[in-house]
Every structure is written in structure tokens, then in C-alpha cells.
């Protein structure tokens, strides 16, 4: 009965970090739905206005390790709070900005510490707290399934909104409806998480300090994070994960309209997109649970290659759909794929660090590929889709040169799981 009990508030805990994602993702697509029409009313161009996601993709390569060090102290619910409330302020602080030189700072800067801290890096230390040896994989792909829905539902909202609602409204709801709605949610998950883990393991467990060894303070989980060779293979390939993402989170939809696709068509792909990308995260974490991580990383960034070739040239409806078919499936199985596979190769005391610090090579790909986007928006976006066809193909060669992970570190005490090693905030540096 206590096992039934367990499972049975773990999978609302998912569910509830599954939500929390899904809101975070609205940081992101209501300025992929709208960037033409807000850049319009706030005066500027498309290319000045670009800055807003190139401040944004850079601070979130700032933000992330330090994300990364808050949930490996604190864990991962409570990063998830903080990240609720920010979003929340971000959204109506934005839809009160009288011009672009108050919309980018506030937008780029506190919009992406609270997405940093409703994405990845505080979900993959939630999902290593509660559900280690047992499906850890597939529950952080559905934890962080929340930008997927977001193609296929939040979008799809964002674009019939913008038919009869200024972009302020839409701005003015999402960000009442974080502090409102999803604060309290939020606050729900962390105290399950606490509770969660008080079952798991006895209280004087989960305070002994002596397990964490090397990794309990920040200079020491650095120098455990650089010195891994995986680690910094696997970031430098990430980065070419970050490239194209950026191209489908900024640039995809004005390259569709540019090449004179409807509404219709946009949607659609968005949509399409978003329902493949669930079907592959899904995919994804069971082959990685299954220890095929590698061969899960090496296909992810292929399939990534392939795509971006298809949107490369001038776009139809068919090649636009099936662009979002091949993208979607790829979209996070290279993230869960190198999550796990950083959860293979580190101890727990260091992972969301690790976590952090491979979202800032991330960032910096997508930052990149912002502002190259917007250099050739002017004409075409053939050679920029090509250009990081080339740099995901550089990623697949990096990971397909690694040895495949094995088995999860082993715990660093006679007693204590490695999950709960740094429960405890840590002692002063």
C-alpha cells in the first residue's frame, strides 16, 4: 500500500513538473508568434528587435550554471518555485515596456533565468532525486515535454489571439496566471518532493554529509565537471544542439512567411512538430533507460542534420510539415539522451552543475544563431540552415567518437543513495 501510495504521488509530481515546464515554455513562443508584431509596436526592426532573443539566449548561458548550482544545493522543486514566480513578474513587467530599450533587458535577462529555472537543468535534478533506477529517463522526457505541448497548444493559442488581442493582453494573462495559478502549483511539487524523499531514505541518511566527499561544495563539483573528458565532448557537441533549436524558437516562422506559407501552414508545422516532438522525447527516454544512450544521441543529432537541409531551400507545405516530423522527433532526444548520459558519468553532487554549464555551450549556440539568422533575414535563409546543418553534423562525429556510457555512478558512502548526496544547503565556501 505505501509503495501504491508512492508511486501514485510521483506520477502527480510529474505531472505537476510537466505543467511548470509547459508554462515556462510561454516565455519563449509567445515571442516566437509574435516577434514581427511586437517589434512593430515598439518601434523598431526586426533586426534591432532581435537583440530581446540574442540577450536572452546569453543570459541563459549565464544563468544556467548558476541554476545548476541553486538545484544541486537546494534541489530541484524549490529552483522550480523561484522560476514560477520571475516568469510571472517577467510577463507583466514586458507588457508594460513603452519601447524595445526596456522590453530586451527585462525580457532578456529576467525572462531567461525564469525559463532557465522551468526547463532543463532543474528538471533533470528533479527527475535524479525521484525517479533514479526507476524510469528515470522516460519521466524527465515527460517532465520536460512542456515546450512540445506548448507547440501544439499555446501556439496554436498565441496565433488565434493575435487575430482580435494585442500582444500586452496575451503578455498581461500569462503573467496573472503565473503568479496566481501556477505559484501555488509549484509550491505544491516542492512540498511532495520533500515528502517524497523523507520516505525514500531515513532523516539521519539524507543529512550525513560525509557521502558527498568531493563534490560538496562549488570549487570542488567545478573542478569534478571540467577535469571529465565525456563532459566536455558532449557540451562542445550541445552546442549544435543550441544552434538549431535557436533557428526554430526565432527564425522558423518568418523564414515560412517569407517563402509565402499561410497561417495555415505555419501552424500546422508548429503543431506537427510539437506532437512528434513528444512522440520522440517518449521514444527517447525508454532507449535510454534501455542503456542505448549513444546510440539515442548519434541518431538525434542525424536526424537533426537532416532536417535543417530540408528547410534550407525554398520551402513548400509538404517540405514544411516534414520538416516539423524529422526536427520534432530529434528535438529532445538529444537532450534527454546527453542528460543521461551526464547522469552516467558524474556523481550527483555535480550533475545539475554539469547540467548548468552544458546549457551555457547551449546558449551560446543559440545566441549565435539569433543574430546570424537576423544578419540574412533580409534575403534568405538558405545559407544560415546549411551553415548549422554542417554544426550538427560536427556534433554527431563528437558523440559518435565517445565510449557509450555504463551504469549510474555508484554511491559514494557505505549507506547513502547517490541521488540524495547534497540534499542539505551546502557549508560556506
Known sequence: MQQCRRNTVLVFAAVLAFTLSLSGSALKNTIQVDFSPIAADLGSTLGQFAW???????????????????????????????????????????????????????????????????????????????FAEQGEGLAYAVMTNGPA??????????????????????FTAAGTAML??????????????????????????AVDGDAAGAVSTFRARLGTVLRDRTFRTLSLAFAGCGVTMA?????????????????????????VLGVFEILGSLVAGRLC????????????????????????????AATSLLFGVVFGVSYLATVVATTLWIGR?????????????VWTLHSIGAALSSQLGAAQSHGSYTQVALIEALVVLGSLLLASRLPGPGNPPAPEGPSAPTRLTVLEPEASE
Open 52 to 130: 530581446s532573443t540574442t540577450t536572452f539566449a546569453v543570459v541563459i548561458a549565464v544563468a544556467s550554471p548558476i541554476v545548476g548550482v541553486l538545484a544541486d544545493r537546494f534541489g530541484g522543486a524549490a529552483v522550480l518555485v523561484t522560476g514560477t514566480v520571475l516568469a510571472g513578474v517577467t510577463f507583466l513587467a514586458c507588457a508594460a515596456a513603452p519601447g524595445v530599450g526596456v522590453f530586451a533587458p527585462v525580457y532578456g535577462v529576467f525572462g531567461a533565468f525564469a525559463f532557465t529555472m522551468l526547463s532543463y537543468v532543474p528538471l533533470g535534478k528533479l527527475a535524479s532525486e525521484l
Open 149 to 170: 505541448v506548448g507547440f501544439v497548444v499555446l501556439v496554436p493559442l498565441w496565433v488565434w489571439l493575435g487575430t482580435f488581442v494585442s500582444w500586452r493582453l496575451v
Open 180 to 205: 496566481a495559478v501556477l505559484t501555488p502549483l509549484a509550491l505544491v511539487l516542492r512540498r511532495l518532493s520533500a515528502d517524497t524523499e523523507d520516505e525514500a531514505v531515513p532523516a539521519e541518511v
Open 247 to 271: 533557428f526554430v524558437d526565432v527564425h522558423l516562422v518568418t523564414h515560412l512567411d517569407m517563402a509565402g506559407m499561410g497561417a495555415t501552414v505555419v501552424s500546422g508545422t508548429l503543431a
Open 289 to 316: 533507460d534501455q542503456g542505448r544512450i549513444k546510440e539515442t544521441l548519434v541518431g538525434g543529432y542525424g536526424l537533426r542534420g537532416v532536417a535543417m537541409v530540408l528547410v534550407a531551400f525554398h520551402p513548400t
Open 345 to 357: 558519468t558524474l556523481p550527483a553532487g555535480a550533475q545539475a552543475t554539469a547540467l548548468g554549464l
